[in-house]
Structures are given as structure tokens and as C-alpha cells.
């Protein structure tokens, strides 16, 4: 029974490998996709991932939030008294 489902595996794997190298593209893409993912949250994005980081965004977020709906409630009342 096992070696049925190792021999399966087998199988599937060395279809994937020929599947990958007729489309070079893919290789490239698999590798640098994580790569770009991580110059973006680490550089770009000041180091966010990770529990400090998540909490430092999610303040820095909710601050945005409440500035936005004061300048929003400023404009509006503005606007009533012209």
C-alpha cells in the first residue's frame, strides 16, 4: 500500500518538474514573488510584519482613521454653515 502511494507520488512530482521546465517563466516567478514580498514589507513598508509591527501599524492605521472622520465632520459642518 505504501509503495503504491510513494510510487504515486513519484509520478507527480517528476510530472510537476517537466510541467516547470517547459515554462521557464514559472521558475522565475516562484522565486521571485517571496523575494519581492519581502524587500516589500521589510524596506518599503518599515518592518511591519511581526507582532510589534502589527501593532505599530494598527495605531498608526487607527490614527489615520479618526484624523480622517474629524477632517470628514469638519467639512461637513462647514458646508451647513454656508
Do not use: C
Request: net charge positive; hydrophobic share 45%; aromatic share 8%.
Amino acid at each position: 500500500m505504501m509503495t503504491s502511494a510513494l510510487a504515486d507520488s513519484a509520478t507527480m512530482l517528476r510530472r510537476n518538474l517537466k510541467h516547470m521546465l517547459r515554462y521557464p517563466s514559472m521558475i522565475a516567478f516562484m522565486i521571485l514573488m517571496p523575494v519581492g514580498f519581502l524587500l516589500l514589507f521589510v524596506y518599503i513598508l518599515g518592518g511591519t510584519v511581526g507582532p510589534a509591527g502589527v501593532a505599530r501599524w494598527a495605531d498608526r492605521s487607527a490614527q489615520d482613521v479618526h484624523e480622517q472622520q474629524q477632517e470628514r465632520h469638519r467639512h461637513e459642518h462647514h458646508e451647513k454653515g454656508h
